[in-house]
């Protein structure tokens, strides 16, 4: 036998068992997006690498270590380990983003080598919104607002935490930046070859270490907030003061930057305790120098990613009251003669007349008694029979597969009106 070739490591089928779940999860994403007057955009999964470089930054962790990139000829390419990179990207090619207001998503997968864990793989599923050309702090709360009424529509509203924060204009973090280092320039010996490293590229990232023993003197550190610039402050105030007349609460978390160089002023994350050390649920914030970074005008810009593996796993953790359609309403069986045109009529009838249901017809012969158990195998709530009696008489049998009435016998002018008051 030959040897059987597996799916790449990180990288996994998602089964016909688990498919209704994330189409469940998938349509309320798109339900609320849709409720908020978001439109869809789809963009390639491989991008020229320069664009998540500069985008992204050389230094992080992202692009230094985790993509996959490949020459094709004599240009370097990049599958996608993020969305707004490409969105913006885009934005700027097709002139979405110029003098004009944008509020887009998109759903798709996204790629990085990483080590593969619950809830973080190397192909893995993302929904993401951006938008451009509003700089004001209402926007970032419409986001946070809209966030959470995606977790109440999934039913995981009470067991994510908003986290919030402003890492100010780019100065201001630069100054930030020079104050932290001499921080950490005195504990030194309590940091990785990793932090090392990220002391002299990106040093803001040592602030979400997991090392306790660095993270007790970390609360010790200068904080991000007394750093920012009177703009900065401002906006983050206003958005604080939205977020509270709402209703929805939030922790100031002092040490929270996001992993990507183009963010500035709002950061945020959801996050949960409800899937162990995966903790983050949902991020973003605000990126106002990022489109005139790739090459387009001067725009604002604020977004959010939400990684679709951790959402499913965390609504089968905590929401035990998800009422999934089966795949299968109806299921025809027939057998005799001349019933198999009857069969295939009847059932393109009611795909026409019903469309809102999913009717299976069987396909693989065999008497009725293992048509049957193909029926009860497959969900469906009941099953139409057709014979040879049936097709002579203008009928069809109706069964009950769950058991809730008595067998009928339907004319076949009748049966639409039938399964109507069924479903």
Not at 138 to 146: H, M, Q, S, T
Not at 276 to 297: F, I, K, M, P, S
């Amino acid at each position: 036998m030959a040897n059987i070739i597996k799916a790449i490591r990180g990288m996994n089928d998602t089964a016909p068992t688990e498919t209704p779940l994330w189409q469940w999860v998938e349509g309320k994403v798109r339900s609320v997006l849709a409720n908020y007057g978001y439109s869809e955009v789809r963009m390639p999964i491989v991008e020229s690498t320069p664009l998540f470089a500069r985008a992204i930054g050389e230094v992080t962790d992202v692009v230094s270590k985790e993509m996959y990139t490949f020459w094709d000829n004599d240009e370097q390419l990049t599958l996608r380990p993020e969305g707004t990179a490409g969105c913006v990207r885009a934005a700027i090619e097709n002139g979405w983003s110029y003098n004009n207001e944008q509020r887009l998503w998109y759903m798709g997968p996204m790629f990085r080598h990483e080590r593969p864990q619950k809830g973080r793989y190397r192909q893995f599923h993302q929904a993401g919104v951006e938008i451009f050309g509003i700089a004001n702090p209402e926007i970032d709360a419409e986001l946070i607002i809209l966030t959470a009424r995606l977790w109440k529509e999934l039913g995981i509203d009470k067991d994510v935490t908003l986290q919030l924060n402003s890492i100010g204009s780019l100065q201001a973090r630069a100054n930030y930046r020079s104050a932290l280092v001499e921080f950490l320039q005195n504990h030194t010996v309590l940091l990785s070859d990793e932090e090392k490293e990220r002391l002299v590229k990106n040093p803001l990232r040592i602030l979400d270490t997991k090392n306790p023993e660095l993270q007790k003197v970390l609360d010790d550190a200068p904080k991000l907030l007394d750093y920012l610039d009177d703009d900065s402050r401002a906006h983050f105030a206003q958005l604080c003061a939205l977020l509270d007349s709402v209703g929805i609460a939030y922790e100031i978390n002092p040490k929270l930057v996001r992993g990507l160089d183009y963010y500035n002023k709002t950061v945020f994350e959801w996050v949960t305790t409800a899937l162990g050390a995966q903790g983050t649920v949902c991020g973003g914030g605000r990126y106002d120098g990022l489109v005139e970074q790739l090459g387009g005008h001067a725009t604002p810009g604020v977004g959010f990613a939400m990684g679709l593996e951790r959402l499913v796993l965390l609504v089968q953790e905590v929401n035990k009251n998800i009422q999934l359609p089966s795949a299968v309403d109806i299921y025809l069986v027939f057998a005799g003669e001349g019933t198999t045109v009857a069969a295939f009529q009847l059932a393109e009838k009611l795909r026409s007349e019903l469309p809102h249901l999913r009717i299976m017809t069987h396909c693989s012969g065999g008497n009725f008694k293992k048509q049957f158990k193909r029926a009860d195998k497959s969900g469906a709530k009941f099953a139409l029979v057709v014979g040879e009696s049936e097709v002579q008489n203008g009928q069809v049998v109706v069964k009950d597969l769950l058991g809730g009435t008595e067998q009928q016998t339907v004319d076949m002018a009748n049966v639409v009106a039938y399964l109507q008051n069924k479903f």
